[in-house]
């Protein structure tokens, strides 16, 4: 595998050991708690996900090529479509959500665990000298990524850069999902390596030039994509491709 400066990893299913049903069931059902004397379970869902498609189908960048410039965040994406289709107005969505992420979401630990591993590869790699970025999907706050990278067990010190959405203009599996980070990274995308375990979502990333790594153990793979990773295994098995002794 050739020399890479910058890892890019995913968060969920890559670092943390999280089933995808957490997101669609009890994160929602406790979610709802904070909405329910203004919206049903039905309502309340139409904005969450719609909300949430709409900021992965389009890139909210005026130009790909000046990626702080202009153009809304996603978290202005999601407050827009959610209000859209509740009728809510923006003040009342931002407070109730701050709500559920700083008193709800932290008791919700019990569904995260750390992925067997992960710790040791993460230390091995600050050792080696690499820049870390944690590339997960910038669809929650970033309050929220810190908390599931505490149930991953790991430090969010560790990463140069943890994207979230008020942060953040793109989504996965958008192209300039990766162009924007390695900009905000000031790195050239050739430099880095994508490592994670959403086909669909992170095997993107080939399209810029950047190495990919698939992450075995918890792959999505919803049957809809050509690409192959450059390589796939454990996170055991890259370090040994990386060329590190005694993984």
């Known amino acids: 595998m050739k020399n890479y400066t910058t890892l890019l990893l995913d968060l969920d299913g890559t670092l943390l050991d999280i089933e995808v049903s957490f997101f669609l069931g009890p994160m929602v059902e406790a979610m709802h708690d904070c909405f329910r004397d203004i919206l049903d379970m039905d309502?309340?869902?139409?904005?969450?996900?719609?909300?949430?498609?709409?900021?992965?189908?389009?890139?909210?960048?005026?130009?790909?090529?000046k990626v702080h410039q202009d153009g809304e965040t996603n978290l202005d994406g999601f407050n827009r479509v959610f209000?859209?289709?509740?009728?809510?107005?923006?003040?009342?969505?931002?407070k109730r959500f701050r709500q559920f992420y700083a008193d709800v979401y932290p008791t919700l630990s019990s569904y995260g665990r750390p992925v067997?591993?992960?710790?040791?590869?993460?230390?091995?790699?600050?050792?080696?000298?690499?820049?870390?970025?944690l590339a997960t999907n910038p669809i929650f706050p970033t309050s929220a990524v810190h908390e599931r990278v505490r149930w991953s067990g790991l430090d969010s010190?560790?990463?140069?850069?943890?994207?979230?959405?008020?942060?953040m203009r793109t989504c996965k599996p958008s192209v300039d999902y990766y162009l924007e980070l390695s900009s905000i990274l000031n790195v050239n995308p050739a430099?880095?390596?994508?490592?994670?375990?959403?086909?669909?979502?992170?095997?993107?990333?080939?399209?810029?030039?950047?190495?990919?790594?698939?992450?075995e153990g918890q792959v999505i793979d919803r049957g809809t994509s050509d690409l192959k990773p450059d390589a796939r295994g454990s996170l055991e098995d890259l370090g040994r491709l990386l060329g590190w002794e005694n993984v």
């Open 43 to 65: 309502r309340f869902r139409k904005g969450l996900f719609g909300g949430t498609e709409a900021i992965m189908v389009e890139s909210r960048l005026m130009d790909s090529h």
């Open 157 to 167: 010190d560790a990463f140069c850069f943890i994207p979230g959405l008020e942060t």
């Open 116 to 133: 067997v591993g992960a710790s040791e590869f993460m230390t091995r790699a600050e050792r080696e000298g690499y820049t870390l970025c």
């Open 191 to 215: 430099e880095c390596l994508m490592v994670g375990n959403d086909v669909q979502q992170d095997l993107p990333a080939l399209e810029t030039g950047m190495g990919t790594f698939l992450v």
């Open 83 to 94: 209000s859209n289709l509740t009728g809510m107005d923006v003040p009342n969505i931002e």
